[in-house]
């Protein structure tokens, strides 16, 4: 892993300070440059060559947004959006994700002195992965297909996690899922406020249905459980049908929920089921995983080449969690293959 050079760019002076600073305090970062707008930054980018931007979406004259199309059109980098938690906001965000941008962060403008040191940590971390992500080996969006009719469900159930980059790798995944899909459990650990907006969007979307993840919910075809909520975690209670169960329990190695308390829950309960690893910083989900395919359960990752941010899925690679890495066309084909009665 390398260094993040950074060039952190926002209109205001004092946040272009309380960024740099932030990141100054993070390890393996380092801020080489600020920029007051879109201009400033196409000249230092030139100068500096930074590996990651850090990029405010309201800016006078070319708007964040604009200034990122242009930015992956041309010399594509990896670039970490800072923006309000806003529903424009939010809407603002899946379009950057549409556009590229690595990860969309809250700026932390209301937040106690508690708030802000975790944010402290966390936003040094983004820009480090981010630095160290794939962007420019990211391959064309596929044309997208009509989702497969002949599917015939054999009870099994699918389960997936995901983090930074996972509502881009979601949106392609999630498109080839048929109507009638096998009951589908997603930890996705991304702001809260961001994938409430994905939910709804892709709800509307897929011909399969997509919910925010409830307690006790029986889980029956055709639907697809997002859960995000950074209080909880999710487990899955076996049963005909099984059950999704929302917990309050201390983070999994700093994660909540936790991919790996989703894949051993469904492991010890002897659930049915196929799970993959997706995009995502730190190993989550790989002990699990391996729980899971210990216990006879079709087990994937996403492949490190078409992963934005390699380290989750890298990590069940590693421990022999995964029966096979695959990319994003290949998983979602694998998954309802492994859920089909043909």
């Given at each position: ?19 740099s ?29 930074p ?17 990122l ?6 010399n594509?980098l990896?670039?970490?959006?800072l ?7 939010t ?34 971390k ?18 997208r297909?009509?989702a ?14 995901a983090?930074?980059g ?17 009951p ?9 406020g961001?994938?409430e ?17 409830k ?5 029956t ?14 487990v899955?209670?076996?049963g ?5 169960r ?15 308390l ?6 010890r309960?002897?659930?049915?089921a ?12 790989a ?16 492949d ?6 390699a ?12 029966e ?8 979602g084909?694998?998954l ?7």
């Amino acid at each position: 892993m390398h260094e993040a050079r950074v060039l952190v760019v926002d209109d205001s002076a004092a946040m272009r300070a309380l960024f740099s600073d932030i990141l100054d305090q993070s390890r393996n970062v380092t801020v080489i440059g600020a920029a007051a707008n879109a201009a400033e930054a196409r000249e230092q980018i030139k100068e500096l060559r930074p590996n990651v931007v850090t990029l405010d979406v309201e800016m006078p004259g070319m708007s964040g947004i604009e200034f990122l199309e242009e930015i992956m059109g041309s010399n594509p980098l990896p670039v970490v959006m800072l923006s309000s938690l806003t529903q424009a906001g939010t809407e603002t965000s899946l379009k950057a994700y549409e556009l590229g941008a690595v990860e969309c962060f809250p700026k932390p403008l209301k937040a106690t002195p508690e708030q802000f040191s975790k944010t402290v940590g966390k936003l040094g971390k983004i820009v480090l992965a981010a630095a160290n992500s794939n962007v420019k080996d990211r391959r064309a969006p596929r044309e997208r297909k009509v989702a497969e009719t002949n599917f015939e469900w054999n009870g099994h159930i699918v389960a997936l996690s995901a983090s930074m980059g996972g509502i881009d790798a979601l949106t392609q995944l999630l498109e080839d899922f048929p109507e009638k899909c096998p009951p589908t459990v997603i930890a996705l650990n991304a702001e809260p406020g961001i994938v409430e907006t994905f939910i709804k969007r892709m709800d509307g979307e897929l011909k399969c249905s997509v919910k925010a993840a409830k307690d006790g919910t029986p889980l029956t075809q055709g639907t697809i459980h997002i859960a995000y909520d950074p209080e909880r975690h999710m487990v899955i209670e076996p049963g005909s049908p099984a059950k999704l169960r929302l917990i309050d329990r201390d983070p999994v190695e700093g994660m909540r929920p936790s991919a790996n308390l989703l894949f051993g829950s469904i492991a010890r309960g002897a659930v049915p089921a196929a799970a993959a690893v997706l995009t995502g910083m730190g190993a989550d989900g790989a002990k699990g995983l391996k729980l899971m395919r210990d216990q006879g359960c079709k087990t994937f990752a996403q492949d490190r080449k078409s992963a934005l941010v390699a380290e989750a899925p890298g990590a069940a690679i590693d421990a022999g969690a995964a029966e096979s890495e695959l990319d994003l066309e290949g998983l979602g084909a694998a998954l309802i293959a492994a859920c089909n009665m043909g």
